[in-house]
């Protein structure tokens, strides 16, 4: 008998909308990463509008990219988006600062932050069980 705390199967249109949704924030972000490792001019021109030195940007590239990697690895799922939460807050953070826009800049980290945890929540039936949606 299904208990409260207890998950139902997940079904396969959710696990693999959970499946896009997740593969599509793994690969934005892992892009992210990898032009914060190789810097090219248009990322270091926008770490340095943003108020950062050029010598954090391999740093926050590693950063993300470990994080994007636990992210993939379902074993360190939840881990990964516990830390890409912590990194999306912190270009939240960055781009309040400067004064961006709402909805184009400062936004964009919570929409890709949502997206994140609602694709894993779509594929992980022990997720689902921790935060039940209740009708």
Known sequence: MPTATSA???SK????AGRI????VFLLLLFDSVTKLFKPAFVVKGTIELGYPESTIVGMGIAL????V?????RTSVLGAILLTGY???AVASHVR??????SHVLSPVYLAVLAWGGLWLRDDRLR???PLRS
Do not use: E, K, M, Q
């Open 70 to 74: 636990l992210y993939a690895i379902p």
């Open 98 to 103: 400067h004064g961006d826009a709402l909805f």
């Open 8 to 10: 139902a199967p997940v």
């Open 88 to 90: 999306l807050g912190g």
């Open 129 to 131: 069980a921790l935060l």
């Open 13 to 16: 249109t959710r696990l693999w």
């Open 21 to 24: 949704i997740s593969t599509l």
């Open 65 to 68: 990219l470990v994080s994007v």
